[in-house]
Nanobody, 119 residues
Framework: QVQLVESGGGLVQPGGSLRLSCAAS????????MGWYRQAPGKERELVAS????????NYADSVKGRFTISRDNAKNTVYLQMNSLRPEDTAVYYC????????????WGQGTQVTVSS
């Protein structure tokens, strides 16, 4: 069955770094665009970063541009989010999403991983 499993979250100090991983299974990973979303308490879910199925193009929210990097390894069926220069406002549950490049209604979500940035 389809699974997206996030890992790598935790508690970090402001200015610190984390790398999130999302391991995919149960579908053809290379046929899906991937994205990282986050949701903080009392706020709407927002797209943080996305990457096309081949990794040829990436996009970032203005709030993380220059600090976060999304990447993927199709041989490992894994997408990553490298987060540097973390700020308290980055605190949220981070979710991995897969969307088919053609049949865009085919969309899957992971369970989320908590990132807390606090001193």
């Amino acid at each position: 069955q389809v699974q997206l499993v996030e890992s790598g979250g935790g508690l970090v100090q402001p200015g610190g770094s984390l790398r999130l991983s999302c391991a995919a299974s149960g579908f053809t990973f290379s046929n899906y665009h991937m994205g990282w979303y986050r949701q903080a308490p009392g706020k709407e879910r927002e797209l943080v970063a996305s990457i096309t199925n081949t990794g040829g193009s990436t996009n970032y929210a203005d709030s993380v541009k220059g600090r976060f990097t999304i990447s993927r390894d199709n041989a490992k069926n894994t997408v990553y989010l490298q987060m540097n220069s973390l700020r308290p406002e980055d605190t949220a549950v981070y979710y991995c999403n897969a969307k088919h490049l053609i049949a865009t209604f085919r969309s899957y979500w992971g369970q989320g991983t908590q990132v807390t940035v606090s001193s």
